[in-house]
């Protein structure tokens, strides 16, 4: 069974209390569905050279290829939604530089938190249109 989109921003929301954020105070949870039906969480890492800080949704990136299931070498995960919540901030849109990662593994859509709490569903065409990808090369 398919987790749903408040389950999603439940998991996000959890992961956004383990971040590492003692600069901006900006906790920050990402929760990645795959295909198969595994969620996949990250959280922010931040850094005091700031520039290296890392944000919620590429440490879970990161994550998923760390613990995927076996597979051939450079094969591409399919993130089929990409949850994110930021403690302090409803809505809490993927950042640029997330949004391209997010692309390198066919994200179909992003799921924030409304303003009233509710999920809110974005197709990721809208959130990064015109695209460099993988088929760009
Ligand atoms: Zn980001």
Redesign the pocket.
């Known amino acids: 069974m398919t987790a749903s989109d408040a389950e999603l921003l439940d998991r996000a929301r959890a992961a956004a209390h383990s971040a590492y954020a003692p600069y901006s105070g900006f906790p920050v949870g990402a929760a990645l569905l795959l295909e198969d039906g595994r969620i996949v969480t990250g959280c ?1 890492v931040e850094n005091a050279s700031y520039g290296l800080t890392i ?4 440490t879970a990136a990161g994550r998923m290829i760390v613990e995927r299931e076996s597979g051939p070498p450079g094969e591409r995960p399919h993130i089929v939604a990409a949850a994110v919540v930021g403690l302090k901030a409803a809505p809490c849109h ?6 391209q ?1 997010l692309g390198e593994f066919s994200c179909d859509r992003v799921i924030v938190e409304g303003s009233s709490g509710d999920p809110v569903s974005i197709a990721f065409t809208e959130l990064l249109p015109h695209a460099f990808g993988p088929d760009s090369l």
């Open positions: 922010n944000c919620a949704e590429r993927p950042c640029g530089a997330c949004r990662v």
